[in-house]
């Protein structure tokens, strides 16, 4: 009983990062693309500046705009709750959640910046012999990109991992169901019990670790 309290956190911290990986990964290329693409600098600017507020929003601010957002009176709440039959707030689908939209901005100024170096020349070549958008964006963009989508993908889940202020405020801190690695440090601690919250600080601190080899690697090529 003692070990799956302890393994717990890991497990839901990893299959917090999975499922929000694939969202961030597929959904920070498809976003940077779309707005690579608009023509006006000051509605392209807007919009930049909307998707990576969050990067410097408190996270306490985050998880009351995710309650407010999904909460049990808002249209995406009800619409949730009619589809899937419960809502997310509190709920195990939470953590993901949040640690999407924490995750996300990173990965979207990563792909912004490297997206906007590559040569206008390859794309135009591609479309003369009639390539389509979405051949442009996986067989020239992104494989040019590949430093910038990696250094992304490896700092938004790390960000991911490391949400604690949004996940407690929308999530909770619930036992086997809400409870990330963060989480789990701060109750360890609260209830005196450091060598468990060691053990959830040396994964979080291997994950870290990988993460800025993979950032290194891939900044210095």
Do not use: H
Not at 24 to 34: C, E, L, P, R, S
Not at 136 to 150: A, F, G, M, R, Y
């Amino acid at each position: 009983m003692t070990e799956n309290i302890i393994l717990s956190p890991i497990v839901i911290s990893l299959f917090t990062l999975i499922i929000s990986g694939f969202f961030v990964f597929f959904g920070g290329i498809f976003v940077a693309f779309v707005v690579g693409k608009i023509k006006s600098p000051r509605i392209r600017n807007l919009t930049d500046a909307l998707i990576t507020l969050g990067m410097v929003l408190p996270p306490t601010v985050m998880g009351f705009f995710l309650l407010v957002i999904f909460g049990p009176d808002s249209l995406p709440g009800k619409f949730f709750f009619r589809i899937f039959g419960f809502n997310p707030a509190f709920s195990a689908v939470a953590p993901i959640i949040t640690a999407f939209f924490a995750a996300f901005p990173l990965m979207y100024r990563s792909l912004r910046a490297g997206f906007s170096q590559v040569d206008s020349c390859l794309i135009d070549a591609a479309r003369v012999v009639g390539e389509t958008e979405t051949g442009i964006l996986w067989k020239i963009i992104v494989p040019t990109c590949k430093n910038s989508v990696i250094a992304g993908i490896s700092l938004a889940m790390m960000r991911a991992l490391g949400e604690y202020g949004a996940t407690a405020m929308f999530a909770g801190n619930i036992i086997g169901k809400t409870r990330t690695l963060p989480l789990a440090v701060y109750s360890a601690v609260m209830s005196g019990d450091f060598k468990v919250a060691g053990i959830y600080v040396l994964v979080i601190l291997s994950f870290a670790l990988i993460s800025t080899l993979l950032v290194g690697r891939e900044s210095y090529k």
